[in-house]
């Protein structure tokens, strides 16, 4: 048996059993992350600090996994630029495989974050190079997955919604994908309506806050949903629903019953990625064995000690 560090004060034991790859499929760019110390309205010029590093959503799901020994394929698309290769020369150097990985004329895509004590203040997101070659990745995807025809050697998909609509409903579409789970990852409130195409895939698993949650059950995000109306209305669409809600009780639902675990309060450093962490934390444990309560503890401990 193997232990890793899953905070500052305790080890875990991965258990003896083997995981099998996850294909993470999504964002891949880099991350310029601005962190002010001072508490910032529109318009503000403040002094802080400007931090640069390897992004995405599925890139931060499939390094995270990594870190539990978990084997990982990332599906991406990045540029023909240097800043494309790189992403793929740390990305490999992490242990990703990034046979996935579509590299195309043009831009390395980019997301840029400010943040100040209370959190994210704004954040935008240059998905162009992903968006514009979603057909160049199906493709590839499709070919590898054909390849494999009667293989169980992936325990799941992991999907992110910065990617469209039709990209989520043709890869869909491909029979092969629909043998395995699928987990989603909620990408930003503008991207919400793409939870839509996952409606009719009974092997679904949605992670997502609970503000996300509420844009997307009324449309808006001002609409008043307690927790259990979340649920109810989630369970509704999807197999299984991961809710968090800041320093509040994290939920962990599906059919037969609803656990939940409320995280330590903390005073977090930084706030990007922090959801990308724990959901990578939390399928990994589950997929080394961990109980549905024991995964959800301990993924918390995890991303807690990311951002504090």
Not at 194 to 204: C, S
Not at 254 to 278: C, E, L, M, W
Request: aromatic share 8%; charged share 20%; net charge negative.
């Amino acid at each position: 048996m193997k232990k890793i560090l899953i905070s500052r004060n305790k080890l875990c034991t991965i258990m003896p059993r083997e995981a099998k790859p996850v294909i993470c499929i999504g964002s891949f760019h880099w991350d310029e992350i601005a962190l002010s110390s001072n508490l910032l309205e529109k318009g503000d010029d403040s002094p802080g600090t400007v931090h640069k590093n390897p992004g995405g959503v599925a890139f931060n799901l499939a390094k995270t996994m990594t870190e539990f020994d978990i084997p990982v394929l990332l599906g991406s698309v990045v540029g023909d630029d240097a800043e494309g290769q790189e992403l793929l020369n740390i990305a490999g150097n992490l242990g990703i495989n990034c046979e996935l990985v579509c590299k195309v004329p043009g831009k390395t895509g980019k997301y840029v974050a400010i943040e100040d004590p209370q959190g994210l203040v704004a954040a935008i997101a240059d998905c162009n190079a992903l968006e514009s070659n979603e057909d160049v990745l199906l493709l590839r995807l499709t070919e590898w997955i054909k390849s494999r025809v009667g293989s169980t050697d992936i325990s799941g998909l992991v999907i992110d919604c910065n990617l469209s609509g039709h990209f989520i409903e043709n890869l869909l579409n491909v029979r092969y994908f629909n043998n395995f789970p699928i987990n989603i990852a909620s990408a930003s409130n503008h991207k919400l309506d793409r939870l839509n195409y996952f409606e009719v895939n009974l092997k679904t698993t949605l992670y997502l806050n609970k503000l996300e949650a509420i844009s997307f059950l009324a449309g808006q995000k001002n609409k008043s949903f307690d927790t259990a109306e979340i649920i109810q209305n989630l369970l509704g669409r999807y197999k299984r629903v991961i809710l968090t809600d800041g320093e509040n009780k994290i939920i962990d639902a599906d059919g037969s019953n609803v656990i939940g675990f409320t995280p330590q309060t903390i005073k977090p450093h930084r706030i990007t990625g922090a959801g990308d962490y724990f959901m990578a934390a939390h399928m990994a444990l589950e997929l080394l064995g961990y109980s549905r309560e024991d995964a959800l503890q301990n993924a918390s401990f995890f991303v807690r000690d990311k951002i504090a």
